[in-house]
């Protein structure tokens, strides 16, 4: 069975870190894509990161680019997004999802719409 799990959460104050986890297991990375995407109160969800499993390709969205790195260990079937100088406009719920390569081009955010794999979250609050 496939499943992803989210932990690494929690209450920051501005520029703060945190590094979040993402657990995948019964995946074969290099047959994924894995993506962090957030929900803010009131906001629409939008995709923050994602990392091919085949190609080791990372994108970012521009507000976080100089700010947040992903990574993943594929021998522990980890993921992990990590947050720098973080700011109260990155307050959200985290989540990570997987989506087969073959269903998507680069890091396309609109691919994890379909046919993919979601975790249930990890909230960060971030305070001014």
């Given at each position: 069975?496939?499943?992803?799990?989210?932990?690494?959460?929690?209450?920051?104050?501005?520029?703060g870190?945190?590094?979040?986890?993402?657990?995948a297991?019964?995946f074969?990375?290099?047959?994924?894509?894995?993506?962090?995407?957030?929900?803010?109160?009131?906001?629409?969800?939008?995709?923050?990161?994602?990392?091919?499993?085949?190609d080791?390709?990372?994108?970012?969205?521009?507000?976080?680019?100089?700010?947040?790195?992903?990574?993943?260990?594929?021998?522990?079937?980890?993921?992990?997004?990590?947050?720098?100088?973080?700011q109260?406009?990155?307050?959200?719920?985290?989540?990570?999802?997987?989506?087969?390569?073959?269903?998507?081009?680069?890091?396309?955010f609109?691919?994890?719409?379909?046919?993919?794999?979601?975790?249930?979250?990890?909230?960060?609050?971030?305070?001014?």
């Amino acid at each position: 069975e496939r499943q992803l799990v989210e932990s690494g959460g929690g209450l920051v104050q501005a520029g703060g870190s945190l590094r979040l986890s993402c657990a995948a297991s019964g995946f074969r990375f290099d047959d994924y894509a894995i993506a962090w995407f957030r929900q803010a109160p009131g906001k629409e969800r939008e995709g923050v990161s994602c990392i091919r499993g085949d190609d080791g390709n990372r994108y970012y969205i521009e507000s976080v680019k100089a700010r947040f790195t992903v990574s993943s260990d594929d021998t522990e079937a980890m993921v992990y997004l990590q947050m720098d100088n973080l700011q109260p406009d990155d307050t959200a719920i985290y989540y990570c999802a997987a989506v087969s390569i073959i269903m998507i081009d680069h890091c396309d955010f609109g691919a994890f719409n379909h046919m993919s794999y979601w975790g249930r979250g990890t909230p960060v609050s971030v305070t001014s």
